[in-house]
């Protein structure tokens, strides 16, 4: 069974229900949740998670070795949902191993310039909502991983190659806010 150890504190909840910047174990209780979604649709073997943490424990050779391990457990043709933080922003890589591609998805619409031999294609997804105001980079993390698990054809980068300037608004952040807060009520005891 699935099963990731978190931890929130009442900071997190706090910082969450003030829509003031996320930690990581907030974004791993929404990617627990969209795994559910997921068994729920039968899509477990399509998209698999990479905890964000995992990536900023040891030195980069740690690093690394973590996340190739995480890549290796993942079914023939599955991609990774892939969080991470930079220091106090928050991106989103999707990552398919098969095809030797990644998409990289940041709510500030930077660009990333890397050239490497180990990745055939980086992408820049630019169909993806640029962020409102200075700290909902991880809301908007949530919401992309969101549009993906709902995705049951996944075309998700065609629609988002197409839609243009589409934003998300705080409505929207909402709803991830209120899936998100329901779904740690089913942890909590009488």
Not at 47 to 75: E, M, Q, Y
Not at 106 to 124: A, F, L, S
Not at 165 to 186: F, G, P, S
Request: aromatic share 14%.
């Amino acid at each position: 069974m699935f099963r990731w150890k978190i931890a929130l504190f009442r900071s997190d909840l706090f910082a969450f229900t003030n829509v003031q910047e996320v930690a990581g174990d907030t974004i791993v209780m929404y990617m627990s949740f969209l795994r559910e979604k997921l068994k729920e649709s039968n899509m477990l073997n399509m998209i698999g998670f990479v905890d964000p943490s995992s990536l900023g424990v040891g030195n980069s050779t740690d690093r690394s070795r973590s996340f190739s391990a995480a890549l290796k457990r993942g079914k023939p043709g599955q991609f990774f949902l892939v969080p991470y933080n930079t220091g106090k922003h928050w991106i989103l890589s999707v990552v398919s191993p098969s095809e030797e591609l990644v998409y990289f998805m940041d709510p500030m619409k930077r660009r990333m310039d890397v050239t490497t031999d180990e990745w055939r294609t980086i992408v820049n997804q630019y169909g993806i909502p640029e962020q409102i105001g200075d700290k909902s980079c991880g809301y908007f993390i949530m919401l992309y991983m969101r549009e993906i698990v709902q995705d049951k054809e996944q075309n998700w980068t065609k629609k988002w190659l197409t839609r243009g300037d589409e934003k998300y608004t705080m409505q929207d952040v909402d709803v991830v806010r209120q899936e998100w807060a329901e779904y740690v009520l089913k942890f909590t005891s009488n």
